[in-house]
């Protein structure tokens, strides 16, 4: 007589929820993992079969990550979450429709967007999303920081910080959200490190580099920080380290001050947004703000982009 195998135990939905908000990763996992089915059914009744179905519950599913906590009845998360896939492909329809370019690009519902701050605060399920950040490739890791973790969140702005086409930025986003979703649902239950410690570390380094800038001693830090063969580029150009050292030294010369509002780090990826200060005899100097975008190397730095978010027209002269 063969060993019979032991009854699978059903766990009820309400209780994975609320696993899930006391942080309990591997609970979140199943919950997803669960209901996929029943949200891809809801993507291909309103989009049909197709990627169009898949991108949208892909977005659902990231939106589900970080916002577990907004279910406010456990028992009704399965309508919660076929919701927000609802909510996902009207995003999708509304984008199909002839709209401006501008219109195109901002399209998207406030209720089926992640808030960066929120989910990276989310302590349980910030190391176990950032180490499937981790495993994307560097392109689509990048589109993916700035659009779900940065402020530079417009498609045409990450066009620009990463000096690719918007049609890429779309395409980058769409197999980025595809392959987060699946890494999450596959590594619910592995050991992840911290990635508050590798985002100090950064914001650390930015603001030695930029006190250095201040006391005239920035090639000593950035012997220390960058590679030798590092590469600056920004919108207009680009060169070596010695053209970021001119540039600094100029604003610095003008009387601009930095101010780092946020850092969002990895391995191989660093963000970092920055708030200009203009003097207040030519407070237009610089543009309001500055985005580093840092490619690291042995933790070094080999490529920085600089990116200046547009002005808001209210603040323009008239």
């Not at 309990?24 to 993507?43: N, P």
């Not at 490190?193 to 950035?222: C, F, K, N, P, S």
């Not at 601009?256 to 963000?271: F, L």
């Amino acid at each position: 007589m063969g060993r019979s195998t032991p009854p699978r135990v059903a766990v009820d939905d309400s209780e994975l929820v609320r696993a899930a908000q006391g942080g309990d990763i591997g609970a979140l996992g199943t919950l997803l993992a669960g209901h996929r089915a029943g949200m891809t059914a809801v993507a291909v009744s309103v989009l049909g079969a197709g990627p169009d179905a898949d991108d949208a519950v892909q977005e659902a599913m990231t939106v589900a990550l970080a916002r577990i906590g907004d279910v406010r009845d456990p028992n009704a998360v399965g309508p919660w979450l076929r919701q927000v896939v609802r909510n996902a492909c009207r995003t999708q329809l509304r984008a199909r429709r002839p709209l401006p370019l501008d219109d195109q690009l901002h399209a998207v519902l406030p209720s089926t967007e992640p808030d960066p701050a929120e989910l990276l605060e989310r302590h349980a399920t910030r190391d176990w999303v950032w180490r499937a950040l981790e495993d994307l490739s560097p392109p689509l890791r990048l589109v993916m920081m700035l659009r779900h973790f940065s402020g530079v969140t417009a498609y045409q702005d990450i066009a620009e910080a990463c000096g690719i086409p918007v049609g890429t930025v779309r395409s980058r986003l769409a197999k980025g959200r595809g392959q987060l979703t699946a890494s999450l649902l596959a590594t619910a239950d592995d050991q992840y490190g911290d990635v508050a410690a590798q985002t100090a570390v950064r914001r650390r380094e930015i603001e030695d580099t930029m006190v250095a800038a201040e006391r005239g001693t920035l090639a000593e830090v950035l012997a220390t920080y960058w590679r030798p063969d590092a590469q600056f580029s920004w919108s207009g150009g680009g060169g070596g380290a010695d053209w970021f050292l001119r540039g600094m030294y100029q604003d610095i010369e003008d009387g601009v001050r930095g101010r780092v509002t946020n850092v969002i780090a990895g391995r191989e990826i660093a963000v970092c947004e920055i708030e200009l200060i203009n003097p207040a005899e030519n407070p237009f100097h610089c543009p309001p703000g500055v985005v580093w975008i840092q490619h690291l190397l042995g933790g070094r730095t080999s490529r920085l982009r600089f990116f200046h978010p547009p002005r808001s027209v209210q603040a323009i002269p008239a």
